[in-house]
């Protein structure tokens, strides 16, 4: 008999829902792609009907229902948080209750309110937060042992994990506890820079590399005591998180010189080269986390997750050191995918289902196309209900040949295509195209397409079997979470820096002949395509090679700053006439902007989105 | 503390943070054990623990719904440390009211308290 199980992850940031047929995943989704709010923390009403929807079943046909976190332990933490805080804690504490009290316990409820149940087994089920992400990354990779490496802001508890899974069983052997985190000291910076917590951290990280490391040892003195063997202590004297809704304090900023720099201010050399500074010391503290679960497992193979995963600089430098044969990283590694991870310890610990892997070494992840997809039918009575003018191609191939040529004259593509990506990357699902061998491309994106900051930098999508001509990476990396160089052959020489060069001018030198995906550094976040996963898009850089003799193209999620990357044909069109996009393809549809009717009443679309 | 007879949700988790939370961060002070491990510790080879709550990381489920199944679970959870059982009368009441008024209104919470606490 088969059982489907429900895991659910809500109420923190990214709520998310993901589907399991016995032990394997049949759908897994963000539930702000379809209440379009950006990192929705919201129950997951709308992801769970997506999932039944995908499995074709009914709600009274889940077995059981799993939840990725466990609430009473969140607030042991919350008590004994306060009780240490004192009176200076109070207001926190106020809407810390109104959140624990008021929603978070009861998810029961809501369950009850989305399906009508609680799942055959007749009750909810939780698993410890850290324990979802360890299961999150162990039970999709290739490995049938690995060791385990879960860093985030918090859980209930645990800030770090590390653990070892083998068959079906996951065991944590150590962890770190709040209120030390290598997330939370990221997120400080990510503040402290002027960037927003939970979004930003992706910024300082692009920021890094124009940067000095001046200020390691400071932090290294001041703020954490990284010991030999990774595990770490922050100096609380500096943060505010404890007794504020602040997660640094006045020392912190006395200790740096002076207040946070204020959002969408201008970015100063100091910013870059304390965005450099935090950079070199979250690295090097994971990597003496990598080595000591390596050296505590004696295993080959590391699996990693947690919202500090996401960090694929310092995923690079773990894999640079070549510590392991072979690491796989959750790519929904972030709280979303706790949602998955709950499902799959269910499977394999409750139902007793088999850990089975793929003879060929692929993974389980099935390359997290995992959301929505939308029929031909669907798309042909979306475009004619507006009357939207299109071009239909009979096949994938005649297509191809044409946007190859679109992308080489150096149009911009909003491609839709198959199943939505589950995590924060979009992986030729639901991506923004463009040629890499453009010097005018990464600023055209970043001021035109996506309207955010210039500094940020464009990841490439290439050929799996090109790889190596590219960039310093030998390895598949699917999921856009490890970052390599680009070969020495490729690069430009660059001029000596001035520190007081502006930064416009430092983005817009040319640095490679892939100048639109070669960071400051040289550096690229790489995606591999694989024609096993995604045959449409590993066809269509195939056809730009065929063209061009390039293998690469210039991959950003098909979504402007602040919104949620697009799900529907309709989220695709908007984003679409909004922009400079120039060509959307949705599916075999193509339609050219020039074509299409101007979008009426939409003039404050911008409003509709938080800047992030 | 009779926390019905206050008039709105804000007075009484005031009520609740001064007669129990401040109360025992008053009577914790100058003592050496505390709930957080705070501070470097230049001596340790590691800061490193075993799992605080091992039996809690695996798949269990938590049957909370009435006021007498919360009791049993925050008493068990809490079993070895005498103070914080006396806090549990008065936070299952606390629960139960705020449920009824904050569960549907997840928007409105800040999102530092959603992904802190």
Redesign the interface.
């Known amino acids: 008999m088969d059982k489907y199980i429900l895991g659910i992850s809500a109420?923190?940031?990214d709520s998310a829902a993901a589907l399991l047929k016995n032990n394997e995943i049949i759908a897994a989704a963000q539930e702000e792609r379809f209440s379009r709010?950006k990192?929705d923390?919201?129950?997951p009403f709308n992801a769970i009907n997506y999932c039944l929807s995908e499995a074709f079943i009914e709600s009274d046909e889940i077995d059981m229902v799993?939840f990725y976190d466990?609430?009473?332990?969140?607030f042991?933490?919350?008590?004994?948080?306060?009780?240490?805080?004192?009176?200076k804690g109070?207001e926190?504490?106020?809407?810390?209750?109104?959140?624990?009290?008021?929603?978070k316990?009861?998810v029961?409820?809501?369950v009850k309110k989305s399906l009508g149940n609680i799942g055959k087994e007749n009750?909810?089920?939780?698993?410890?937060h850290?324990?979802s992400h360890a299961a999150s990354a162990f039970y999709p990779s290739p490995y049938k042992e690995a060791a385990i490496l879960t860093v985030d802001?918090?859980g209930?508890?645990?800030t770090t994990?590390?653990g070892y899974g083998k068959d079906e069983q996951i065991q944590?052997?150590?962890?770190?506890?709040?209120?030390?985190s290598l997330g939370l000291l990221y997120s400080a910076f990510t503040y402290y820079c002027g960037f927003k917590?939970?979004s930003g951290e992706y910024k300082l990280m692009g920021l890094a590399p124009y940067g000095i490391p001046k200020y390691v040892d400071l932090i290294q003195k001041e703020l954490i005591?990284v010991?030999?063997?990774g595990?770490?202590?922050l100096?609380?004297n500096y943060f505010g998180?404890?007794d504020s809704?602040r997660t640094i304090n006045e020392n912190f900023e006395q200790l740096f010189g002076g207040a946070a720099r204020k959002s969408e201010s201008r970015i100063t050399q100091k910013e870059m080269d304390i965005a450099a500074s935090i950079q070199k010391v979250i690295e090097d503290a994971m990597v003496k986390l990598a080595k000591h679960v390596r050296d505590i497992t004696g295993s080959e193979n590391l699996c990693l997750a947690g919202g500090v995963a996401l960090n694929c600089v310092a995923n690079g430098k773990i894999l640079k050191e070549k510590l392991f044969k072979n690491i796989w990283i959750q790519p929904a590694s972030g709280d979303a995918g706790g949602s998955l991870g709950a499902a799959l310890?269910?499977a394999h610990?409750?139902y007793k289902f088999k850990n089975v892997k793929m003879q060929s070494g692929i993974d389980l992840q099935k390359g997290s196309y995992l959301g929505p997809s939308f029929s031909e039918n669907e798309i042909t009575a979306f475009l004619k209900r507006h009357n939207y003018p299109f071009i239909k191609y009979e096949t994938t191939e005649q297509r191809n040949i044409s946007l190859a040529k679109e992308l080489k004259d150096g149009k911009i593509l909003g491609y839709f295509d198959g199943r939505m990506e589950f995590g924060p990357r979009s992986l030729g699902a639901r991506s923004i195209l463009g040629d890499a061998r453009n010097k005018d491309m990464q600023s055209l994106m970043n001021l035109k397409i996506k309207f955010r900051e210039s500094f940020r930098p464009f990841a490439p999508a290439v050929l799996i079997e090109n790889v190596h001509e590219y960039f310093e990476l030998h390895e598949s990396s699917p999921y856009m979470l490890l970052v390599a160089p680009v070969i020495k052959g490729r690069r430009i020489s660059q001029q000596e820096r001035n520190p007081t060069d502006d930064m416009l001018s430092i983005i817009n030198e040319e640095r490679s002949d892939i100048p639109a995906v070669t960071h400051v550094d040289y550096s690229a976040r790489v995606q591999t395509v694989h024609k096993e996963t995604k045959p449409d898009f590993y066809d269509l850089i195939k056809a730009f090679k065929n063209l061009t003799g390039s293998s690469v193209i210039v991959n950003t999620s098909f979504n402007v700053r602040g919104e949620p990357i697009v799900c529907s044909p309709q989220d695709a069109y908007l984003c679409f006439m909004r922009t400079e996009i120039d060509i959307l393809v949705l599916q075999n549809f193509v339609l050219y902007k020039e074509d299409q009717p101007p979008l009426l009443h939409d003039t404050e679309w911008k409003l509709e989105y938080e800047l992030d | 503390m009779n926390l019905i007879k206050m008039n709105s949700?804000?007075d009484r988790?005031?009520d609740?943070?001064v007669y129990h939370?401040?109360a025992?961060?008053?009577n914790?002070?100058g003592q050496t054990s505390?709930?957080?491990?705070?501070?470097?510790?230049?001596d340790?080879?590691?800061?490193?623990?075993?799992?605080?709550?091992?039996q809690?990381?695996?798949?269990?489920?938590?049957?909370?719904?009435s006021e007498r199944q919360l009791a049993d679970?925050?008493n068990e959870?809490?079993r070895e440390d005498p103070k914080?059982l006396d806090?549990i009368p008065d936070?299952i009441h606390?629960?139960f009211i705020?449920?009824e008024?904050?569960?549907e209104?997840?928007?409105e919470?800040?999102?530092?308290?959603?992904?802190?606490?």
Request: with cysteine; charged share 20%.
């Open positions: 109420f923190y940031h709010k990192h923390p919201r129950f799993v466990h609430p009473l332990l969140t042991d933490r919350l008590i004994k948080n306060f009780i240490t805080a004192g009176d109070y926190l504490f106020e809407e810390a209750m109104k959140s624990a009290m008021g929603i316990w009861w029961n409820d809501y009750k909810i089920f939780y698993c410890g850290h324990m802001g918090v209930e508890w645990q994990t590390l944590i052997h150590k962890e770190i506890n709040y209120p030390h917590i939970n005591d010991k030999q063997d595990s770490y202590h100096n609380m998180y404890i809704n310890l269910a610990q409750y | 949700n804000d988790i005031k609740f943070f939370i401040s025992l961060h008053k914790m002070k505390c709930y957080l491990d705070l501070g470097f510790k230049q340790k080879q590691s800061y490193f623990t075993s799992p605080l709550y091992p809690h990381m695996n798949i269990s489920s938590l049957p909370i719904e679970y925050l959870l809490w914080l806090l936070l606390l629960a705020l449920k008024e904050y569960r209104q997840t928007a919470l800040s999102p530092f308290i959603y992904a802190m606490f």
